[in-house]
């Protein structure tokens, strides 16, 4: 059975940092996309960035700069630094697994996902 577990979120103030992290276990985590979505109170769920198997990466054009993605294949994790939070940044954060490599933007591309860390940005 897959899992995908988030960790890291909580409170911070604007202009602060917080590194989320994605463990996942029941499937060859080498060989899926990941990505990170998010989902403030009142919106639909968004696009942050994303992964593929051959570590390219994708960004909201709001992030870049700021968030950067990295996977580390020995120990099935995959993580989020976020760097210059804004209040805008205010969600919950969703790790997701693809075995497509495109369009790694859509939430339809992803099969698996977890249920979230609480990032809350402080003004």
């Known amino acids: 059975q897959v899992q995908l577990v988030e960790s890291g979120g909580g409170l911070v103030q604007a202009g602060g940092s917080l590194r989320l992290s994605c463990a996942a276990s029941?499937?060859?985590?080498?060989?899926?996309?990941m990505g990170w979505f998010r989902q403030a109170p009142g919106k639909e769920r968004e696009f942050v960035a994303a992964?593929?198997?051959?570590?390219?990466?994708y960004y909201l054009n709001s992030v870049k700069g700021r968030f950067t993605i990295s996977r580390d294949n020995a120990k099935n994790t995959v993580a989020l630094q976020m760097n210059s939070l804004k209040p805008e940044d205010t969600a919950i954060y969703y790790c997701?697994?693809?075995?497509?490599?495109?369009?790694?933007?859509?939430?339809?591309?992803?099969?698996?996902w977890g249920q979230g860390t609480q990032v809350t940005v402080s003004s």
């Open positions: 997701a697994a693809s075995t497509d490599v495109v369009p790694l933007g859509v939430e339809r591309t992803y099969q698996y």
């Open positions: 029941g499937l060859t985590f080498s060989t899926y996309s």
């Open positions: 992964i593929s198997r051959n570590r390219a990466t």
